[in-house]
């Protein structure tokens, strides 16, 4: 059981190109999230889908772009990377969205932009 | 004012030392409560839930107080494979929001010989 995968676990890219980062998971879970992971300010939201073709902007979207085709996947695009983006991104699923539901986190993609 | 607050540590502590963590959280609405756990270059775990009552698993022990917006963590008889960043989170549900888990900074813990 692969769980939640992300890839790829490390990029490197320049300014103004174009990343699409991969999240998959296997437990058929309805909702999915991606953040980002900076020193100084934990862990924020950028976006998130509660099903199929169903999402919306968290704390810090600009620069993202979501989709989700199918339940299980979740990819993130940045359309014209910047050096502000060079982060760790996690990827996390969680079976619904309230009381005490556990929210599960992929390895994460560590992204350099130069 | 961050929504979730921390003392960023490091705490460093003995094996078998006590340990205690604090938090607060700013918005009344929050209506659930976690401590992640995330070792160094690694992602986020579950560590236990917070429940009003308090619980306990194990060496691990959970406090909420809603009145003060605070949350603690206490960890008993500390070992080595203790040694990580502790994540104070929060679910916040606000109208037809889903439920928001705002993460704290950290607490960073090192356990040592």
């Known amino acids: 059981d692969a769980g939640i995968t992300q890839s790829p676990r490390y990029k490197i890219t320049e300014t103004g190109r174009q990343v699409t980062l991969m999240c998959h998971q296997t437990?058929?879970?309805?909702?999915m999230f991606w953040y980002r992971q900076d020193l100084g300010h934990g862990l924020r939201l950028i976006y998130y889908?509660?099903?199929?073709?169903?999402?919306d902007k968290g704390e810090v979207p600009d620069g993202y772009v979501v989709s989700r085709s199918k339940t299980e996947n979740f990819p993130l695009t940045l359309e014209s990377a910047t050096r502000s983006q060079t982060s760790v991104y996690f990827c996390?699923?969680?079976?619904?969205?309230?009381?005490?539901?556990?929210?599960?986190f992929g390895p994460g993609t560590r992204l350099l932009v130069l | 004012r961050k929504e979730v607050e921390q003392d960023p540590g490091p705490f460093n502590v003995p094996e078998g030392a006590t340990v205690a963590f604090n938090c607060t959280y700013s918005n009344s609405a929050s209506q659930s409560f976690f401590w992640y756990r995330q070792d160094c270059r690694k992602e986020p775990k579950l560590l236990m839930s917070?429940?009003?009552s308090g619980n306990e698993d194990g060496r691990f022990t959970a406090q909420l107080n809603r009145a003060s917006q605070y949350i603690s963590l206490l960890i008993r008889d500390s070992k080595l494979s203790d040694s990580a960043t502790y994540l104070c989170v929060v679910n916040i549900i606000t109208g037809t929001s889903y439920g928001k888990l705002t993460f704290g900074q950290g607490t960073i813990l090192t356990v040592h010989p």
């Open positions: 996390a699923s969680s079976l619904t969205s309230g009381g005490q539901e556990t929210q599960y």
């Open positions: 917070v429940y009003s």
């Open positions: 889908s509660a099903a199929a073709d169903i999402t």
């Open positions: 437990w058929s879970h309805s909702y």
